[in-house]
Every structure is written in structure tokens, then in C-alpha cells.
């Protein structure tokens, strides 16, 4: 290439090249450029820029550390590699590729420019930021990560999002948002600051208003419309309707039972419901779910006929029974009364749990109330219908003690039904003050039937009656008037008990211990001490026997005094022969009296 001067001769400016030769307009060095031509080559060569500066570039050449970049000086600006790699790490860049770029440093002295392509976006991307802000335009970014108060976007340029400003509603999870590209609104923007603030919620808001006023349009009770589940609460679903918030109560749900929302729903379902009730004034909207299906107790009655077998689902346990779900909506109760013939159930649970499956039978069924009774222990036959045929009055069975209780003991039979022998009939002559004295639970007994009460569903046991009543022959064992020896087991104010044999005792009144008067025996014997008594009476229905030291004594007092009367020699006075009588009626009145006594 030439370059060329400028020299004036005359009137006239003559152009001539380095070497002083003239350079004619019309003519060019090599026949096809023209003075012009070189003339623009010659100015561009020593075209110059200002830091901060755009231009447009062509890449010569590419090495591990820079790309060389020809933006039309004598001297090709450098950019950094890094620029120009992806995110893999990879280089993405060819020869001859054309670049926006922006210059960060010129040194005209050096020769030496230095330039920046990530720069150069970054200023496209500023001045984009004005347009839409003046515009009221939006933009479209990706949000790249939570920092305090909100969100960092990257819209080319880091922006933020305040977390109020992300949606219409407060969000749970914000780590969800991470990573969605979105479009958003540029509430204000510093660019010496480097500042960007964007709004997402009020394009939201901008659109929901848009859709709203269509839903308020065409709303109407009865109709039926697609929702998004908008929030959930224990006592029902928020349904965005288009703008338009509606409540679906947990009662209006399902048929069925329905314990919480969240079983069924979650935020953002998208799901259908019925236009129950709608206000338009306060804009309230009452919804309906189950309302889009039949009531099925509408035709239950039908259904489920008394007396006819059925099959559920356990739903709920409570201390009165059990809640079994027929169908959706449908549930009747077992009450506890009625899950088993021969089981006395305190709580539902001893037996069942929740979700269990199970068959009953339909006992009553009120459709009006809603309302279904049913019996679990009805599916199988009585086994009190058949127990007393089984075992009649009389039949002595064996089975173990299931239960001890201060009552009695609970012996097993067979189909569960539980046989109770009263304290009372564990055993004839023994005072059992509990019967845990005698037997413990699991021992093996026999016991004779006494009584089976179908009604109140009892089985009366006995254990002493395997064996006959000892109290029935007492009075062969121990006739009255009969001298006995006995131990002492009680001593009470009124008398002192007497042990005859084991079980059987007589008692000796305070009145029948001495001819002398007494009035109290506690002092004079003790329990263990060893006696002789007469027995004086004998009630067999009242289990007592009248025991009596003291006309022992007048016996022996009577034989003393009859020995004398007998031995003794006539009298020899009128005086003598009187005395002799009178002892002689003085003993048969002792012994009239104690045969009245006896009797």
C-alpha cells in the first residue's frame, strides 16, 4: 500500500506520493484503486478509540492465552481466553469470526490494546436493561441461587428478586425456585451501583387480574370448573378458580371420611369442582367435591337390608366401638357389645386396629340419620344357644384357671366362654379370704356345673360340690351330748371357737364357760389352747355347733353328788332324811334342766 502527501503548486493542491511523484485522481498504482480508496485506507489506518469503547472485531489468530483481535489499528488488541470458554471448559472460537468487543485499555504510546468480549455483553446487556425499564417491558432470567432476602438472578447480569416479590403468595420451599428461568418485571435499576431489583409477583398479579375478571364473568352457582389448589388448611382446600379463590371445606370433600386435606390434596393439584354457593360482592366461592357424585346413602337402604352379611374396611376406634367403612361414605358402628358372644371387651383395640378388613352383620340401618348398626359377633353362631346342652347341670368338667379375682376364679371351658366359681363354692368347711390362698392361675381343677344363665350370659361353677357336704353328717359325727376335744381358733367377748375337725367349728358361749358369771373369756384362753366341751345343739342349714364347758362341769358336779346320795347311810334324824331328799330333787332338776338345754 502507498501513502501519499500533499503539496501545493499554484493555484493547485497537488497530491504526490512518498517519493514526490504526482499522483493523478483519475489514475490508480495498480489500475483498479482509486485515489479515494487509498485516501479512506489511509484515514482508517490511524483510526483511534476511547477507553470503554465499543467495536467490532475479526479474530486472527487464537492461542492458550489469548485471542488476537483486529478492530482496525496498526496494532490487534488482545482478549483474555478465558472469555471465550464454555462451561465445559472448552474453547469456542474460530479464525476469521467476528466479535463485539469492548476496549479497556489504549496505549497509543506502546502500541498495545487490550479488550474485553464479557464486557462488551455486559454493556449490551445494561443498555437492553434501560430499554425495558423505560418500556415497561420484561425479561427473562434464570434464578441462580438464595442469598439473603431473596434470589440472585441471572438476566446476562446478576440481578436480585426479593423473596416478597417472587410470587403471589409466601413461598415454603424456596430451594424449588432454584434453577426455573422465569420473566420478570425491572422495578429500578443503578448501574454505577450495579444494581438490578426485578419483580416477578407483579406480572402475577397483572395476569390473575386479566383471568379474574373473566371467572367473575362466568361464574355461577351449580357450575362446574377446573381449579389449582392454592393452599391447604386442617379445615378445608383454597381452589384458584382463575383469579378467583374458592373454599372446598373438608365436609364438602368426599363422602367418606376425610381426616385432613393434605391425604388427598397437594399445592398445585389441578382438580375439578362444583360452584355450591357464590357472593359476588364479598367475591366469596364455596365449592364442592363430592357433590359431582351421588349420595350413596340415597340408595344404602337397598343396599345394606337388615339381617344381610357385609364386608369393611376398619376407619376409626373409639371406647364405644368400632367405625367400618362400607363403601365411600358409607360407615356403620360395631359397638363393643357386639364383637363377641363370650369376650368382655373393655376397648375395641384389645381385638382389631385400624385398616383391618372384617365382615359383620347389618342390625339396623337408619339412612335419614346416616346411621348403620352392625355386629361382628353375629357372623357365628351363639355358643350360649348350645353350652347348656353341652354341659348340663351337674357335669362335673376340667379346664384351667384363666383369671383369680377376689370374687372367685375364671376357669376356661371351650369357645371362649369362661366358667366362674364363687369364692363362695371353692370349698365347704375352709374361711378363704381370698382365693389366691388356695389356687394360682394356670392350675388344672375340676368343677361341677351349677347353673348356665343364657340371658345374662353366666356359667356358674362349684368345686366343693365334687365332694358332699361334710356339715350334713355332722350331727352323726358329733351327737349331742357327745364330750368332744377341740383347739381354740378364735377368742371373742361373746365366746370362744373351737376347732372339732378341719372346717368344722362349734363355738362356746360366754354363757356356756363357766357356772360362775363371766363376762368376757379373752384373758382366761388363748388361740392353740386345747379344750374339752359338750356339745349342746347342732343347726346343720346354719353350719353352727353349741359347744358347752360348763354343764361338764355340773356333770361332774352331779355324778360327785350322786355318788354321795347313793353311798350315803340312813339318816339318823328327822333333819338327815330332809337333806337327802332335797339333794336328791336338786339333782334331778340339774338334769332335767340340762336335757332342756341339750334340746
Request: hydrophobic letters at 35%; a negative charge; charged letters at 30%.
Amino acid at each position: 500500500m502507498s501513502f501519499s502527501t500533499n503539496e501545493t503548486k499554484g493555484n493547485r493542491e497537488v497530491k504526490t506520493d512518498l517519493f514526490g511523484d504526482a499522483i493523478d485522481g483519475n489514475l490508480t498504482t495498480d489500475g483498479e484503486e482509486s485515489y479515494e480508496d487509498f485516501l479512506k485506507l489511509y484515514e482508517e489506518s490511524f483510526k483511534s478509540f476511547s477507553e470503554g469503547e465499543l467495536a467490532i472485531g475479526k479474530i486472527i489468530a487464537v492461542d492458550k492465552d489469548y485471542v488476537l483481535v483486529d478492530v482496525g489499528y496498526k496494532s490487534e488488541g488482545l482478549i483474555s481466553i478465558h472469555e471465550f470458554k464454555n462451561e465445559n471448559g472448552e474453547v469456542n472460537v474460530a479464525i476469521g469470526d467476528e466479535v463485539e468487543v469492548m476496549v479497556e485499555l489504549w496505549d497509543e504510546e506502546e502500541e498495545r490494546v487490550v479488550l474485553s468480549k464479557d464486557k462488551a455483553a455486559k454493556i449490551k446487556v445494561w443498555e437492553k436493561i434501560k430499554e425495558i425499564y423505560d418500556a415497561e417491558g420484561t425479561v427473562e432470567g434464570v434464578i441462580a441461587s438464595r442469598v439473603k432476602g431473596g434470589f440472585s438472578v441471572d438476566v446476562g447480569l446478576q440481578a436480585f428478586l426479593p423473596g416478597s416479590q417472587a410470587d403471589l403468595r409466601p413461598i415454603r420451599n424456596l430451594d424449588e425456585m432454584v434453577g426455573k428461568t422465569y420473566t420478570f418485571k425491572v422495578l429500578k435499576y443503578n448501574r454505577k451501583r450495579s444494581n438490578i431489583v426485578l419483580s416477578r409477583r407483579v406480572i402475577l398479579e397483572e395476569e390473575r387480574e386479566k383471568t379474574r375478571s373473566k371467572t367473575l364473568e362466568t361464574i355461577e352457582e351449580g357450575k362446574v370448573m377446573d381449579g389449582v389448589v392454592k393452599n391447604i388448611t386442617e379445615y378445608g382446600v383454597f381452589v384458584d378458580l382463575g383469579g378467583v379463590d374458592g373454599l372446598l371445606h373438608i365436609t364438602d370433600i368426599s363422602w367418606g371420611r376425610v381426616k385432613h386435606p393434605s391425604e388427598l390434596f397437594s399445592v398445585g393439584d389441578n382438580i375439578t369442582v362444583k360452584i355450591l354457593s357464590f357472593d359476588l360482592e364479598k367475591e366469596r366461592v364455596s365449592l364442592g367435591m363430592k357433590q359431582l357424585s351421588e349420595d350413596p346413602w340415597a340408595s344404602a337402604a337397598e343396599k345394606y337390608p337388615v339381617g344381610s352379611k357385609v364386608g369393611g374396611r376398619v376407619v376409626s376406634l373409639t371406647d364405644y366401638g368400632v367405625f367400618v367403612e362400607l363403601e365411600e361414605g358409607i360407615e356403620g358402628l360395631v359397638h363393643v357389645s357386639e364383637m363377641s358372644w363370650t369376650r368382655k371387651i373393655r376397648h375395641p383395640s384389645k381385638i382389631i386396629s385400624v385398616g383391618e378388613e372384617i365382615e359383620a352383620i347389618v342390625l339396623d340401618i337408619k339412612p335419614d340419620n346416616r346411621r348403620i348398626s352392625l355386629g361382628m359377633k353375629q357372623v357365628a353362631e351363639n355358643p350360649w344357644e348350645v353350652i347348656s346342652d353341652k354341659y348340663p347341670v351337674g357335669t362335673i368338667i376340667e379346664g384351667k384357671i384363666k383369671n383369680i379375682t377376689d370374687f372367685g376364679l375364671f376357669i376356661g371351658i371351650d369357645d371362649e366362654i369362661d366358667g366362674l366359681v364363687h369364692i363362695s363354692d371353692i370349698s365347704w368347711t375352709k374361711r378363704i379370704k381370698h382365693p389366691s390362698e388356695v389356687y394360682k392361675k394356670g392350675d388344672v381343677v375340676q368343677a361341677v356345673v351349677l347353673d348356665i344363665d343364657k340371658q345374662s350370659e353366666r356359667f356358674s361353677l362349684g368345686i366343693k360340690q365334687i365332694q358332699e357336704d361334710p356339715w350334713k353328717s355332722v350331727g352323726e359325727r358329733y351327737a349331742v351330748g357327745t364330750e368332744i376335744n377341740g383347739t381354740v381358733t378364735n377368742v371373742t367377748d361373746f365366746g370362744v371357737f373351737v376347732e372339732l375337725e378341719e372346717g368344722i367349728e362349734g363355738l362356746v358361749h360366754v354363757s356356756e364357760i363357766s357356772k360362775e358369771k363371766i363376762k368376757t373369756p379373752v384373758g382366761t384362753y388363748n388361740v392353740g389352747d386345747s379344750l374339752v366341751a359338750k356339745v349342746m345343739n347342732i343347726n346343720s342349714d346354719e353350719r353352727r355347733i353349741g359347744l358347752s364347758i360348763k354343764r361338764l362341769e355340773m356333770e361332774d358336779d352331779k355324778a360327785i353328788l350322786s355318788e354321795y346320795i347313793s353311798n350315803s347311810k340312813k339318816p339318823t334324824s328327822d333333819f338327815g332324811e330332809i337333806l337327802r331328799e332335797n339333794l336328791a330333787d336338786q339333782l334331778k332338776g340339774e338334769e332335767e334342766g340340762g336335757d332342756d338345754a341339750a334340746e
